[in-house]
């Protein structure tokens, strides 16, 4: 059974930072694409960051560009969020997704499998 568990999220200042962990179960880690997204009140869900398997290489959405560092530790299944210099835009629920395959791409819906989500509040 295919598990996504995110942790990290709450609240806190602009300018400030969160680390988001995403703990993978249930299929092999290191041969899926992982990624983050994030849906706030009234928005669609939106691509965040990502890193396919296939290479060692990092994407990001242009909003988040030099403030998120997505990384991935393929001995320990998990996936991570560095967030720095947050702003209140940024609030959002943040999910952790895994894409199979050997194509990669941000559309939400090529992505296999989801977590259940974790809340960051950015005030101002």
């Known amino acids: 059974q295919v598990q996504l568990v995110e942790s990290g999220g709450g609240l806190v200042q602009a300018g400030g930072s969160l680390r988001l962990s995403c703990a993978a179960s249930?299929?092999?880690?290191?041969?899926?694409?992982m990624g983050w997204f994030r849906q706030a009140p009234g928005k669609e869900r939106e691509f965040v960051a990502g890193?396919?398997?296939?290479?060692?290489?990092?994407d990001y959405a242009d909003s988040v560009k030099g403030r998120f560092t997505i990384s991935r530790d393929n001995a320990k299944n998990v996936l991570y969020l560095q967030m720095i210099s947050l702003k209140p835009e940024d609030t959002a629920v943040y999910y952790c997704?895994?894409?199979?395959?050997?194509?990669?791409?941000?559309?939400?819906?090529?992505?296999?499998?989801w977590g259940q989500g974790t809340q960051v509040t950015v005030s101002s």
């Open positions: 890193m396919p398997w296939t290479d060692s290489r990092t």
């Open positions: 249930g299929f092999t880690f290191s041969t899926y694409s």
């Open positions: 997704a895994a894409r199979g395959g050997i194509r990669y791409g941000r559309s939400s819906s090529q992505w296999n499998y």
